[in-house]
């Protein structure tokens, strides 16, 4: 099986699909890998992936014509998806619903397309989670981009002048971007708080050393109920009157066998606070634990992204105004939209002197690592599609079947085929 490896020509992307120690291994499997000249930069030289067994060619055309399969860190462009041809696997990030025109045409052609996003998160394909990789340097790299717009220490620096307390962070998010984050920005010595709309991350947030942001629950004072002798009536008065003294005490509350009473029953339903609340009343909430949490904090990581769908608003324009002058945010879903009301992707705006930063393709701006770790994903997501070095596709196996979105001419992803009906209705 021929792999081709061509050159991404995104504005701002240096990452390159696989590296050379990569193609060294999969060369011993048995595949042949191809790559474009100059796909790897000046940090993987052509020469590196000749010693590592890969055949380098001059034009990108002669990739797309001679590989059976093309692995790519983004999406083609219009140019590329001309290039490919029937029976050929595509391997990147595409977001379908977000592209679902380009999967049709790609479909078109017969391409199979096999989209990262979509690779479910199960512990089976956890070596295949490229999404996961390259989430965790965003967060990493969010923290150093805030910090270095920032004009204050992150941690407490005690000089011959003074000193200056940490700066407070807060990490709105706790998926692998978010923890990331906080975890650099707690060894950065800043004091973090982490937010998520999931309490069961609490902990998680916590053992990282940082403070979890929640309503305080404020614990109902008990009053005592004033003694009333109980009286028996009706029946149970006629049967004390006969002898049966047992009458003449009140009902038990409880059952013996440990059944609550409806009324119990009903106040349990009741208890739960933050996590039972209804949506319209969470949100309510939530938004207004983060505006007061905002006012004191000098930089906020955000990171709440919906697959195939605009990111989420969590700070809105009011919220950013009440910030204290000089804070920063930076939005890492800046490319689905922001999670701040102000963000402009690939910009940095200043608004009542708060920065809001909305970096786009955080991964590309560590090639080195992100190709490296991106790489040993696509090697495992090879084995998995290729096991004897020839495509084998299984549809009854999970990974496969969610992560295929296009095969033999038919869009096989429910959200991308809604995508295009609704464009083209």
């Known amino acids: ?102 999967v049709a045409r790609l479909a078109a052609k017969g391409v199979t397309v096999f989209s ?40 407490m620096m005690t000089t011959a002048a003074g000193t200056t307390r940490a700066s407070k962070v807060l990490v709105l998010g706790a998926g692998v971007a978010g923890l990331q984050a906080i975890a650099t920005a707690g060894r950065l010595g800043a004091e973090v708080t982490g937010f998520d709309v999931r309490p069961e991350v609490k902990e998680q947030v916590e053992s990282l050393g940082a403070r979890f942001l929640e309503p305080e629950r404020e614990e109902p004072e008990e009053e005592e109920e004033p003694y009333e002798e109980y009286e028996p009536k009706g029946l149970a008065r006629i049967m004390v009157a006969l002898g049966f003294n047992s009458f003449a005490e ?9 059944r609550k009473t409806s009324a119990e029953a009903e106040s349990m339903k009741r208890t739960g606070g933050y996590a039972t609340l209804q949506p319209e009343e969470k949100q309510r909430q939530d938004r207004e634990l983060i505006r007061r949490e905002l006012r004191t904090t000098d930089l906020v990581i955000t990171t709440a992204q919906i697959p195939g769908r605009r990111a989420p608003i969590l700070i809105t324009r009011e919220m950013a105004e009440e910030m204290a002058p000089g804070s920063v945010i930076v939005d890492l879903a800046a490319e689905s939209g922001g999670n701040c009301e102000l963000t402009e992707a690939g910009k940095t705006v200043e608004h009542r002197l708060v920065k809001i930063m909305g970096p786009v393709n955080v991964p590309g701006m560590m090639p080195i690592h992100a190709s490296q770790l991106y790489s040993r994903n696509m090697e495992n997501v090879l084995k998995h599609l290729a096991p004897e070095g020839e495509l084998s596709l299984d549809f009854e196996d999970e990974i496969t079947a969610s992560a295929c979105i296009a095969h033999a001419g038919k869009i096989r992803h429910e959200p991308t085929r809604e995508a295009l009906e609704r464009g083209r209705g």
Do not use: W
């Open 250 to 258: 009140p009902p038990e509350e409880r059952e013996k066998n440990g």
């Open 1 to 102: 099986m021929k792999l081709g490896v061509p050159r991404e020509r995104a504005t701002g992307e240096n990452r390159v699909g696989l590296v050379p120690e990569t193609v060294a291994r999969l060369a011993r499997l048995g595949f042949e890998v191809l790559v474009e000249t100059g796909a790897g930069r000046e940090y993987n030289p052509d020469s590196a992936y000749e010693e590592a067994g890969a055949r380098v060619l001059q034009a990108r055309e002669e990739v797309y014509g001679e590989s059976d399969a093309v692995i790519k860190v983004l999406r083609p462009s219009p140019e590329e998806a001309e290039m490919m041809h029937d029976g050929q696997l595509l391997v990147c990030f595409l977001n379908g619903p977000m592209y679902p025109e380009l």
């Open 116 to 155: 990262l996003e979509a690779i479910p998160r199960i512990s089976r394909a956890q070596s295949m989670d490229a999404l996961s990789s390259m989430s965790s340097i965003a967060g990493y790299k969010s923290v150093l981009l805030g910090a270095n717009a920032l004009g204050k220490y992150l941690p």
